[in-house]
C-alpha cells in the first residue's frame, strides 16, 4: 500500500464543564509511503489532538482513519510525560517492562540509545535534575 495514512473528515470535541470545545472539524489528508509531512497552525488548533488520535491514545467523533496494516508509529509527545519518580533508566525500560518485553537485545539497544543523545551519565538521574530538551530526548 502506498497510502500509509488516509484521515477523511476526522472531527473532534472535548466535553469539559464550561461546555464544548471543537478542536478539529473535518480534516482529511493522507500520508503516502517516503512522504515528510509538517502539520503547522496556530496553538490551539488542534495539533496534538490530531496526532493522539492517530495513535489511538484518544478517540475521535466523527470520520475514519485507515491504516497500512504494516504501519509502526513512533509519538514523541509535545510533554516528556516522564515519571517523577523513576529514573532516568527506568523510564526508558518502561514501556518494554508494562509489554513483557525486556530481553539482553532491547537493554542494550537501550543503552546504546542513552549514549547516542548523550544522555548516559544522567541514567540514573530522575526528571526533575535534567533540562527540557534532556526530557524530550529521554521522550
Ligand atoms: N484534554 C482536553 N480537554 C479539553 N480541551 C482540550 C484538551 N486538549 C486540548 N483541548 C482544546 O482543544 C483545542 C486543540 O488543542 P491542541 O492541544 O490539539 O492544540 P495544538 O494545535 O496542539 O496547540 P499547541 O500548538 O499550543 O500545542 C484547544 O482549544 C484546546 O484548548
Ligand atoms: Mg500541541
Redesign the pocket.
Known amino acids: 500500500m502506498n497510502n500509509l495514512l488516509e484521515i477523511k473528515d476526522l472531527t473532534k470535541s472535548?466535553h469539559?464543564k464550561e461546555g464544548e470545545?471543537l478542536?478539529?472539524k473535518d480534516i482529511s489528508f493522507n500520508i503516502n509511503k517516503g512522504e515528510i509531512i509538517s502539520l503547522v497552525?496556530?496553538?490551539?488548533?488542534?495539533?496534538?489532538?490530531?496526532l493522539?488520535i492517530i495513535c489511538g491514545l484518544d478517540k475521535l467523533d466523527k470520520g475514519i482513519i485507515k491504516k497500512d496494516k504494516y504501519l509502526k508509529i513512533g509519538y514523541m509527545l509535545?510533554n516528556d510525560a516522564l515519571l517523577p519518580y523513576l529514573t532516568i533508566y527506568e523510564n526508558c525500560i518502561l514501556g518494554l517492562k508494562i509489554q513483557h518485553n525486556i530481553t539482553k537485545e532491547r537493554l542494550e539497544y537501550v543503552e546504546y540509545l542513552l549514549k547516542l543523545y548523550n544522555l548516559d551519565e544522567f541514567k540514573n538521574n530522575y526528571p526533575s535534575s535534567l533540562s527540557g530538551g534532556m526530557k524530550q530526548r529521554v521522550g
Open positions: 472535548y469539559t470545545i478542536a478539529i497552525g496556530p496553538s490551539g488548533c488542534g495539533k496534538s489532538t490530531l493522539s509535545q
